[in-house]
DNA sequence: CCTCCTACCTTTACACTGTTAATAAAGCTA
DNA sequence: TAGCTTTATTAACAGTGTAAAGGTAGGAGG
């Protein structure tokens, strides 16, 4: 009975292949122009076959998405892995695996933030997406200490360098001919900045307006 | 012949209901069920009509997000007439406006900074979208003074406050439930910082590497 | 006043899109 | 071998942007 495993093999690779071509057009015609009947023509099967393996084009688009997530939670981990254990130090590299792989997989990067793709259906758990927040908050409390209201601090400081990094990214990725490399220095800076407000000491942060009302 | 301007007032007139009807379509149910026969239902004429008033679907869009750069640079423009004279206040309010602008008008953001609209054809000048950029570098051309390359430093901070504000808005329109206010409070401190490491004294940012090269 | 011409608008049509229903073929199970 | 399940196909529907052809009304010139 081996061959039911060959079966699923064959249609693990299949499936495999569905999101391979879907990827390939949208990289090199952009995601407008990925259609359930390229992609079917790509992989030489018919449309509806598809549908075996994806509910609808959104739902394949969004595996993209989420295997895009898994990629950049690896990234932003090795980048961890392979540095020294000052978290400053770790936060700075991991930001930066973040910077790269947008601009790596910068056709991923648009679907797994992009406006009109995500924004759409956030009922589901999205799990994957929020591991590179675990990942940078996990660092972050490494900074901050074991103080009052300590998660409440953390997400503000992950958001505030999330922002700013997404950001710098969406403006680069849009075309606004900013030179790359005043890009990273900006980028650097400010993160490095930010760091550097949260471990001031006197800085309580426990005054903020937020926070105060115990 | 005051004919002719009756008509042109009245070509006019058709010209703007067109817009109106594809914007109200696009708040309504979202930019992707914008449609040319959609619009045309709307107003009540067939669908090839639009195309003696607009020559493409994306032109239309792309007249709508024009309409959108004029109402942020007025929005801007005004939030610095309307405060005092310091230049830093000023900024804060700006950057305040540019903020209330995007959660007013989301749609009209999403089309004049979403990813896939923008980034496709830069070819043409897009002078209204550069209104903003001129606005705020002005300002901060007042915190930086004569110094020596000033241009690039004004270029620098201006694209890390709006790469800043840009990611948090985008972040927030994404629907990741952080709660506006504590988004607010990011926002003003993080302008804040930024600006006070601009103005602050024995900052010597020529020293910057980019700079350097004389 | 009549003709012509131009601008505006509609109908029709084409080549696409995502997705569904009906259908055929192939392979495993009994 | 008979039947059932799985997998793929063809045909079709409703919708998309847009181009070409046709008509119709209103102003211009004789």
Redesign the pocket.
């Known amino acids: 009975?081996g061959?039911?495993e060959r079966?699923n093999r064959?249609?693990e690779n299949?499936r495999c292949n569905i999101l391979r071509a879907a990827l390939a057009i949208g990289k090199g015609s952009g995601w407008n122009?990925?259609?359930?009947?390229?992609i079917?023509d790509s992989i030489?099967?018919?449309?509806?076959?598809?549908?075996?393996?994806f509910?609808?084009?959104?739902?394949?688009l969004q595996e993209l998405a989420r295997l895009g997530f898994l990629e950049l939670s690896q990234r932003i981990n090795q980048a961890r892995n392979n540095s020294e254990s000052d978290p400053k130090a770790q936060l700075l590299l991991m930001w930066a695996a973040y910077w790269d792989f947008a601009f790596a997989e910068q056709h991923l990067y648009q679907i797994m933030f992009g406006v009109e793709t995500t924004c759409c259906d956030i009922n589901e758990p999205r799990t994957d997406s929020q591991v590179p927040a675990a990942l940078f908050s996990e660092v972050i409390g490494l900074l901050v200490g074991q103080v009052e209201k300590a998660g409440e601090i953390i997400q503000k400081y992950y958001y505030a360098c999330w922002s700013f990094v997404h950001g710098l990214i969406s403006i680069n990725l849009i075309g606004s001919h900013v030179p790359q490399k005043i890009s990273e220095q900006i980028l650097t800076e400010a993160i490095s900045g930010i760091i550097d407000t949260l471990i001031a000491p006197g800085n309580d942060l426990s005054k903020e307006p937020y926070i105060e009302e115990v």
């Open positions: 009975m061959s039911k079966i064959h249609k299949i122009s990925v259609s359930m009947r390229k079917a030489e099967y018919s449309p509806p076959a598809i549908y075996e393996y509910n609808s084009k959104e739902a394949l």
